[in-house]
Structures are given as structure tokens and as C-alpha cells.
């Protein structure tokens, strides 16, 4: 039988993620793609570890006001709230495991120094560190290997089922894409909310 992860190691790991994508950038080139500064090429086993120890409980989840469990089978993320239900979603994984989420955002790609290995994430900026650095969103994957990405920056419209996964011992959420589109018109970059 598999074991459910505890919500504080979910918790931990979507701080991780936060803090991985959006470290302190260093805008290079253009200027419209942070990319990640050097120092932030290792984990820091303190900061995971002092993100368990603070990594909400159910008795704070079960008292946010705003949520409710999510009906149906297709979420969409609005634009005008996107970081907040792109947050209740990682809070409340569990609810939101198997169905299909639904949102446009910006096409980015990191790759694994140690390995090489591309991830792919449909995201969009929010608070971080040092002002609107931050990225939130989801790591986007295809069953098929064979089908393309858009280009780095593009803007685009995802549909996926979450799924959990688990790497190196940690586990991780994802969409398991069904559909990715290049959009012509650019949303919002930048969610406040």
C-alpha cells in the first residue's frame, strides 16, 4: 500500500520548488526570462528543513474560509486569482489529485545541472525575495517523449491532469498534459492575487 505523503512534506517541497524557481534572479539577456543565480545551484538541507517545521497544519487548512472542496473533474485557474488558486490547489493536493487544471501562463524550461535532464513548468511571475520574482505554476510533462515544447517565454494556453511523483525520495506534483497551446495574446505576467 502506498503511503500519502504528510501535507507539511508537500508543504515543504512546494516552498522548495518556490524558492528553486525564483531564488533571487539574475535577469540576463533581454530581460524578459529570470534565470536562477549561481548560488542557488544545491539544496539547502536547513531551509528544507525549517520549511517542515513551519509547513501549515490541517487545523489551519481546515480554517481558511475561502476553500471548499473542488466539484467536478476540470478546474480552471482565473487569471485575476491565480496565485491564490494555484496555492489552495498545492495546499489541498489531495482534493485536486486526477482531475484535469486548466490555465495560461508562460512557457519556461530549467535543467538539471547534475544530470542534464530538461523540466518543463507553465508558469507566471508573483511575489518572491526581491519584489515580483517569484514563479508559480506547475511542472508540465507529455506521455509521449516525442512531442514538442513551444519555445522558451511563449505564451500559452495548458490542460493537464495533477499527478504526484515522487524523485529521490520526495514527491512532487505535475501535470500530465493533454493539451498545450501557443497563444497569439498575453495575459497577465505578473498575479498579485
Known amino acids: 500500500m502506498k503511503r500519502k505523503p504528510a501535507p507539511k512534506k508537500i508543504f515543504a517541497l512546494m516552498l522548495f520548488f518556490t524558492c528553486l524557481l525564483s531564488g533571487c534572479a539574475a535577469v540576463q539577456g533581454s530581460g524578459e526570462i529570470p534565470v536562477l543565480s549561481d548560488n542557488f545551484t544545491q539544496v539547502d538541507a536547513d531551509m528544507t528543513q525549517a520549511a517542515m517545521e513551519i509547513a501549515p497544519t490541517d487545523e489551519w487548512r481546515s480554517g481558511t474560509e475561502a ?102 525520495g520526495y514527491q512532487y506534483l505535475r501535470l500530465r498534459l493533454i493539451s498545450l497551446d501557443v497563444l497569439d495574446k498575453r495575459g497577465m505576467e505578473t498575479v498579485l492575487r
Open 67 to 168: 476553500y471548499t472542496k473542488p466539484t467536478g473533474n476540470s478546474i480552471t485557474i482565473p487569471e485575476r486569482q491565480f496565485l491564490t488558486q494555484t496555492n489552495l490547489i498545492y495546499a489541498n493536493y489531495e482534493d485536486y489529485l486526477g482531475k484535469t487544471i486548466q490555465y495560461e501562463g508562460i512557457f519556461a524550461s530549467r535543467e538539471d545541472t547534475s544530470t542534464d535532464e530538461p523540466y518543463y513548468f507553465v508558469i507566471r511571475y508573483g511575489p518572491g525575495c526581491c519584489g515580483n520574482d517569484g514563479e508559480v505554476g506547475f511542472e508540465v510533462i507529455w506521455d509521449d517523449a516525442a512531442k514538442a515544447y513551444p519555445n522558451e517565454n511563449d505564451w500559452v494556453a495548458v490542460s493537464g491532469v495533477l499527478e504526484e511523483f515522487e524523485l529521490e
